[in-house]
T-cell receptor, first 109, second 116 residues
Framework: GIQVEQSPPDLILQEGANSTLRCNFS?????LQWFHQNPWGQLINLFY???GTKQNGRLSATTVATERYSLLYISSSQTTDSGVYFC???????????FGDGTTLTVKP | GAVVSQHPSWVICKSGTSVKIECRSL??????MFWYRQFPKQSLMLMAT?????????EQGVEKDKFLINHASLTLSTLTVTSAHPEDSSFYIC????????????FGPGTRLTVL
């Protein structure tokens, strides 16, 4: 099956700092999503981004499908940004997603 | 829009009992829903695909007789953990493909199961 690798596994930032999270995948994909899992376990949709660049406030994402990677940018980080960030990819149109192992972000005040 | 709910949020049961978890799409219809399992500090692992009006499709290694899935309507899928044992303790999360036909998934808040 497809392999999804996220880096770094852990990231500690001071409030106000910027960061870049990476997601590499081993094969072509139809869909790619970024999620933030909050401390209560809820997965929050950040971006649906099979290709191109999107921005939403302090967050933006870029997927370069031909080179099989996606980047999530977080600017001016806040303590509420803490949690685990997952990248999930889907190869076919069957809707089945494969998740990476996640990046655990800790933002310190 | 695209809100998914789960019930219960958490459940504690004795070994050998069965537990049913409900997953509902609140403001859209979902012909396909997915069930995931997540152990502490780990990623989500897909257990099965739930299709409205037909049998679920299970991932390799998932016991279909242990984890019964029923997708009886376009807004409800249920996961029943039968004869639960302590090793079934986990965080169970469902998702549904949102409206629009883009296969974007929306997740429920999860159910934390503890088997004593």
């Amino acid at each position: 099956g497809i392999q999804v690798e996220q880096s770094p596994p852990d990231l500690i930032l001071q409030e106000g700092a910027n960061s870049t999270l990476r997601c590499n995948f081993s094969d072509s994909v139809n869909n790619l999503q970024w999620f933030h899992q909050n401390p209560w376990g809820q997965l929050i949709n950040l971006f649906y981004i099979p290709s191109g660049t999107k921005q939403n406030g302090r967050l933006s994402a870029t997927t370069v499908a031909t080179e099989r990677y996606s980047l999530l940018y977080i600017s001016s980080s806040q303590t509420t940004d803490s949690g685990v960030y997952f990248c999930a990819v889907e190869r076919s149109n069957a809707g089945k997603s494969t998740f990476g192992d996640g990046t655990t972000l800790t933002v310190k005040p | 829009g695209a809100v998914v709910s789960q019930h219960p949020s958490w459940v504690i049961c004795k070994s050998g009992t069965s537990v049913k978890i409900e997953c509902r799409s609140l403001d859209f219809q979902a012909t396909t829903m997915f069930w995931y399992r997540q152990f502490p500090k780990q990623s989500l692992m897909l257990m099965a695909t739930s299709n409205e009006g037909s049998k679920a499709t299970y991932e390799q290694g998932v016991e279909k007789d242990k984890f019964l899935i029923n997708h009886a309507s376009l807004t409800l899928s249920t996961l029943t953990v039968t004869s639960a044992h302590p090793e079934d303790s986990s965080f169970y999360i469902c998702s549904a493909e949102g409206p629009g036909g883009y296969n974007e998934q929306f997740f429920g808040p999860g159910t934390r199961l503890t088997v004593l």
